[in-house]
């Protein structure tokens, strides 16, 4: 699922954007590398399905945790679950697959022993085995993804045919700029055959 979480609703987009092929760094992260996503692939056909979830209505205020911490007690700091369920639909889409091609760039934290060869091949021997840090999620948590290695000598696999056209998506969500007060960054999204080609991130400095 990937989806814009609001009180009542949560909608989802009509594909995966770019924000939420962050899951790839839980396979292989380090402070010396960054992952691009270059181009994302849609394979399934493009369907939704609603369902309702059980959520909690608030969350403690970051101020009433700073305090609790200053003041070195929990008086106060809680949030009684049972009182403050409540059910929240979600338009979600379903049966997803995806292809995902990005690729490594060293970050200023690089070191003499990193290179991107180094990184990748971690990466893939990871890859292969299944093996990552945490459940990748392509969206909120309750939908976890399963994951696979695409080897360069695979047969391609084709999107739907309901997918073998030129679609123009709209604008959508790039990254945040978390360094920049949390600034939302979007771009104009077109789907080709499936294929979606990401630009680069206008706030990540490229190495030269």
């Not at 989802?12 to 839980?26: A, E, K, L, Q, V």
């Not at 992952?35 to 309702?52: K, M, P, Y």
């Amino acid at each position: 699922m990937s989806g814009h979480d609001e009180p009542e609703w949560s909608v989802t987009f009509g594909r995966n954007h770019r924000s939420r092929c962050s899951g790839i760094p839980t396979i292989h992260w380090k402070p010396a590398i960054r992952w691009v996503v270059d181009r994302i692939q849609v394979l399934n056909e493009i369907r939704f399905d609603t369902i309702r979830r059980n959520e909690v209505a608030s969350k403690i205020p970051a101020s009433s945790a700073r305090s609790a911490m200053k003041n070195g007690t929990l008086k106060g700091l809680v949030n009684y679950v049972d009182e403050d369920r409540q059910q929240r639909a979600a338009y979600i889409l379903k049966d997803v697959a995806y292809i995902i091609e990005a690729h490594i760039e060293l970050t200023d934290k690089a070191e003499e022993g990193d290179s991107i060869g180094k990184h990748l091949d971690i990466f893939n021997r990871r890859a292969r085995k299944g093996q990552c840090f945490q459940i990748p999620c392509p969206g909120v948590r309750e939908f976890p993804a399963c994951f696979s290695l695409l080897e360069d000598d695979a047969p391609l696999c084709e999107p739907h045919s309901s997918l073998m056209k030129v679609k123009d998506l709209g604008w959508m969500l790039h990254d945040i700029d978390f360094k920049n007060a949390m600034t939302p960054h979007f771009f104009r999204a077109s789907m080709k055959d499936g294929w979606i080609d990401v630009p680069p991130l206008p706030f990540v400095e490229r190495p030269a």
